[in-house]
């Protein structure tokens, strides 16, 4: 469900064979309700998938950690889950899980819906319903909105592919996945997967 403007100029532009770029606000007017989350990449319009079980227990997992490092290092910055960062004029994106510094905590208010800044963390979860192609592309959105480090936890593999500033590697069974962004934060691959 498109709002009208976006609606009208869509069925306009169809004829054209031109096709309707979205923007972040567009995304915020959208109708709705919880059941169906969407995302925008490059203008596009993305409705998520549904997560199954095993996602769902993986990001559990994460999030219970991440939030254990943020009640003993409260100073460092906060973690949300599933909530909508804008990464640029045409894209705004929801990783399973974020990180945002004390400093980026510092410029925002309650009243934000969608996040202006990006966070400096973004975990995303590889589900058996996503694409390669569509987990691919996310990473270089976040890396390019300036992201500093991105988590891909591959569930069947029980692996994390971590991309930092042009350095990708994997972390895999008892290897500690580690991070600057989180002094102090150490924890075996596989504790993610139990």
Same mark, same amino acid.
């Given at each position: 469900?498109?709002? !009208?403007?976006? !609606?009208?100029?869509s ?7 031109? *096709?309707?770029?979205?923007? @972040? +606000? ?17 203008? #596009?319009?993305?409705?998520?998938? *549904? ?7 993986? *990001? ?13 290092? @409260? ?10 960062? /804008? ?5 705004? !994106?929801?990783?399973? +899980? ?5 400093? *980026? ?10 996040? @202006?800044l990006? @966070?400096?963390?973004a975990v ?5 319903? #996503? ?20 988590? /891909?936890?591959?569930?069947? #593999? /029980? ?5 930092r ?9 008892? /290897? ?13 691959a ?5």
């Amino acid at each position: 469900m498109w709002p !009208r403007r976006a !609606r009208r100029e869509s069925t306009e532009m169809i004829g054209m064979g031109a *096709k309707t770029r979205l923007t @972040p +606000a567009d995304l915020l007017s959208l109708p709705g309700d919880d059941s169906v989350k969407y995302e925008l990449s490059e203008g #596009e319009l993305i409705a998520t998938g *549904k997560a199954g079980l095993w996602h769902e227990l993986v *990001k559990s997992n994460i999030l219970r950690r991440l939030f254990v490092y943020e009640d003993r290092h @409260p100073e460092t910055g906060r973690v949300f889950s599933e909530l909508l960062f /804008q990464l640029g004029p045409g894209t705004a !994106r929801m990783p399973d +899980a974020a990180f945002a510094g004390a400093a *980026k905590m510092a410029m925002l208010s309650h009243a934000h819906v969608m996040i @202006p800044l990006v @966070p400096d963390l973004a975990v995303e979860v590889i589900s058996e319903s #996503e694409t390669a192609a569509g987990a691919g592309k996310k990473v270089p959105e976040y890396l390019a909105a300036g992201v500093r480090e991105v988590w /891909q936890f591959y569930s069947e #593999e /029980q692996r994390v592919r971590v991309h930092r500033s042009g350095r990708l590697y994997d972390v895999t069974g008892d /290897q500690l996945l580690e991070t600057p962004l989180l002094p102090g934060f150490s924890l075996r691959a596989s504790s993610f997967f139990g």
